[in-house]
Nanobody
Framework: QVQLVESGGGSVQAGGSLTLSCVFT?????MGWFRQAPGKEREGIAA??????ATYYADSMEGRFTISQEEKTMYLQIRSLKPEDTAMYYC???????????????????WGRGTQVTVSS
């Protein structure tokens, strides 16, 4: 089992940057970041596979988001924030590698409680 705790969210002005953190308690096969805006479905942002340090991004997220990991903390850097980035941001993890689509919520076994990001114009 693994526990995930996100932090780093807050209220920022459009154009600013934030770095979110996710501390996890056990070695994982893969990890990811998702977000969910009010009234919308949870959407995948990026995933990282520690073995080989491979990273993947949703097509709509490439360019402003960077996922990284250092020891037992995963990060998501968000640049040039926009009001539409306002959402609850979640980290997710699987203990082992498995087949499937990382962009799907059902792919992930463990979730954090989220950290809120609010972007004002």
């Amino acid at each position: 089992q693994v526990q995930l705790v996100e932090s780093g969210g807050g209220s920022v002005q459009a154009g600013g940057s934030l770095t979110l953190s996710c501390v996890f308690t056990a070695a994982t096969g893969c990890m990811g970041w998702f977000r969910q805006a009010p009234g919308k479905e949870r959407e995948g942002i990026a995933a990282i596979y520690p073995i080989g340090a491979a990273t993947y991004y949703a097509d709509s997220m490439e360019g402003r988001f960077t996922i990284s990991q250092e020891e037992k903390t995963m990060y998501l850097q968000i640049r040039s924030l926009k009001p539409e980035d306002t959402a609850m941001y979640y980290c997710a993890a699987n203990l082992r590698l498995k087949g499937g689509n990382w962009r799907e919520v059902s792919y992930w076994d463990y979730w954090g409680r989220g950290t809120q990001v609010t972007v004002s114009s």
